[in-house]
């Protein structure tokens, strides 16, 4: 009959075999994997509660806007879902450090044979318990909290890279959809003055020479249409790669962006702004937790120095005598007192503390070049809105009435009308260096400074650096 210890300890096994994780296997199928890519669709319904989360003070209406775009990149962006899971990873990792050290167990047996003994036999086992302790145990975990931290950095440097991405993208797309009406405005005007060009070569009141300049400059008109109908495919083709879905996912017909052409006056960066946004970059506090993690692997080495100590407690059936006995054991350091470690240690942190100035140093020159650059964008665009765009539309007029009254015929007044829509293309040109300078300084100041993202929450802000 079996004994009620005996059933006691058998269900005790059974109890940690079942407590035991299992392995579960998850292979992966790289077409499957590949053709679900290539068929993602938009989930509007999880791109606007991503909205009402970052921003719940803004109106719920689905507009297609850059708070949207941004909502989109959280919820739909491959390395958005990568940076979130490389923090999961971490907090795992960092709980699993908190545990305490693996135990050894050591099983021992002998045999003599000696019949001056009740038994010829000695069964034993010890159990080795580290103790986890003092310098050691801090410096791991300080590690392990500082590989936390780090991930977040890195998550909140992921979201805004792909953000400032999917915003010049947005400005190429805007841009791109004006070039494209300009130019098939300058295409139908060249396309009249290459037909009246030829009407008067016919009358003999112009040479071939005329009539191949008119062709030259309608051919010009064709591949800036061209360029600009390409540029507008390819922001269309970015934005929806961003967010990784295929192109045809997104309907690029109804992006919204408010006062795109508007140019307000730009407005400086006091000391305290550049100090708070410098500190507030999220690759600034990566590299200052970089130093933190490198100042706690200092304080992990130096803490070597004293030996480790582990207890064994074990148990001794020595042929009918029982025994308890209790061990001490030190692990000793290394003969140089852990020195050269200690030196390599100290000097991977000073390593850090120069990286941690090189990264603030340059936050403070990329806010510097920015704001140089959106100062002269800013004083470009306004020259040409307020003395190149004012001429060229004068010009016009006074061709356009000289016209009526038979001053001159359409292929000189074509040459004055070209002349305007060169001046809008310029004005483009412009329009468009302002706002990749505005975007290159929010991403200086890892900041939006205008539009609906202004309304997103300090909580949402904050994740984002």
């Given amino acids: 009959?079996?004994?009620?210890?005996?059933?006691?300890?058998?269900?005790?096994?059974?109890?940690?075999?079942?407590?035991?994780?299992?392995?579960?296997?998850?292979?992966?199928?790289?077409?499957?994997?590949?053709?679900?890519?290539?068929?993602?669709?938009?989930?509007?319904?999880?791109?606007?509660?991503?909205?009402?989360?970052?921003?719940?003070?803004?109106?719920?209406?689905?507009?297609?806007?850059?708070?949207?775009?941004?909502?989109?990149?959280?919820?739909?962006?491959?390395?958005?879902?990568?940076?979130?899971?490389?923090?999961?990873?971490?907090?795992?990792?960092?709980?699993?450090?908190?545990?305490i050290a693996s135990p050894t167990l050591t099983l021992t047996g002998e045999y003599a044979n000696d019949p001056a003994t009740k038994s010829p036999w000695l069964i034993g086992g010890a159990v080795d318990l580290p103790l986890d302790m003092r310098g050691r145990r801090s410096a791991r975990l300080r590690s392990a909290d500082l590989a936390v931290l780090i991930a977040r950095y890195d998550f909140a440097e992921v979201v805004w890279a792909e953000r400032m991405a999917a915003r010049r993208a947005l400005i190429d797309h805007f841009i791109a959809e004006r070039r494209i009406a300009t130019d098939l405005e300058m295409l139908s005007l060249r396309d009249r003055q290459l037909a009246a060009a030829g009407r008067r070569l016919k009358s003999g009141a112009a040479s071939n020479v005329?009539?191949?300049?008119?062709?030259?400059?309608?051919?010009?008109?064709?591949r800036d249409l061209a360029q600009a109908q390409g540029q507008s495919v390819q922001s269309s083709v970015a934005i929806a790669s961003i967010l990784g879905l295929?192109?045809?996912?997104?309907?690029?017909?109804?992006?919204?962006?408010?006062?795109?052409?508007?140019?307000?006056?730009?407005?400086?960066?006091?000391?305290?702004?550049?100090?708070?946004?410098?500190?507030?970059?999220?690759?600034?506090?990566?590299?200052?937790?970089?130093?933190?993690?490198?100042?706690?692997?200092?304080?992990?080495?130096?803490?070597k120095q004293v030996p480790a100590l582990t207890l064994s407690p074990g148990y001794t059936w020595e042929r009918g005598l029982v025994k308890l006995p209790l061990s001490v054991g030190l692990s000793l350091p290394p003969l140089d007192l852990n020195h050269h470690a200690i030196v390599a240690a100290k000097q991977a942190r000073e390593e850090a503390g120069k990286k941690l100035e090189v990264v603030v140093a340059a936050a403070n020159g990329?806010?510097?070049?920015?704001?140089?650059?959106?100062?002269?964008?800013?004083?470009?665009?306004?020259?040409?809105?307020?003395?190149?765009?004012?001429?060229?539309?004068?010009?016009?007029?006074?061709?356009?009435?000289?016209?009526?009254?038979?001053?001159?015929?359409?292929?000189?007044?074509?040459?004055?009308?070209?002349?305007?829509?060169?001046?809008?293309?310029?004005?483009?040109?412009?329009?468009?260096?302002?706002?990749?300078?505005?975007?290159?300084?929010?991403?200086?100041?890892?900041?939006?400074?205008?539009?609906?993202?202004?309304?997103?929450?300090?909580?949402?802000?904050?994740?984002?650096?």
């Fill in 210 to 222: 005329e009539l191949e300049q008119v062709r030259i400059a309608r051919e010009a008109a064709a």
């Fill in 1 to 99: 009959m079996t004994s009620p210890k005996t059933l006691l300890s058998i269900a005790v096994l059974l109890l940690a075999l079942t407590a035991c994780a299992h392995y579960e296997a998850r292979p992966v199928e790289l077409s499957a994997l590949a053709k679900s890519q290539a068929t993602r669709t938009l989930d509007t319904n999880t791109v606007m509660a991503m909205r009402s989360r970052i921003a719940p003070e803004t109106r719920p209406e689905v507009e297609q806007d850059r708070l949207w775009l941004l909502a989109a990149i959280l919820s739909h962006n491959p390395k958005v879902a990568s940076a979130k899971a490389t923090i999961a990873t971490a907090e795992v990792q960092a709980k699993a450090e908190r545990h």
């Fill in 366 to 465: 990329a806010i510097d070049a920015a704001l140089a650059e959106r100062d002269h964008a800013w004083e470009a665009l306004r020259a040409l809105r307020e003395h190149d765009l004012p001429v060229a539309q004068a010009a016009a007029r006074r061709a356009d009435d000289r016209l009526r009254l038979g001053g001159i015929d359409r292929v000189i007044w074509a040459d004055a009308q070209g002349a305007l829509l060169d001046a809008r293309g310029r004005e483009l040109d412009a329009l468009a260096r302002l706002h990749v300078a505005e975007a290159a300084l929010e991403d200086a100041l890892r900041e939006p400074l205008e539009g609906p993202e202004t309304g997103m929450t300090v909580s949402a802000l904050e994740a984002m650096k």
């Fill in 246 to 303: 295929p192109a045809n996912a997104i309907d690029q017909n109804h992006w919204i962006w408010a006062d795109f052409e508007a140019a307000p006056a730009p407005d400086g960066v006091d000391q305290g702004a550049r100090i708070a946004a410098v500190t507030g970059r999220a690759d600034v506090l990566k590299a200052l937790a970089d130093y933190d993690r490198a100042d706690a692997a200092y304080r992990g080495e130096i803490a």
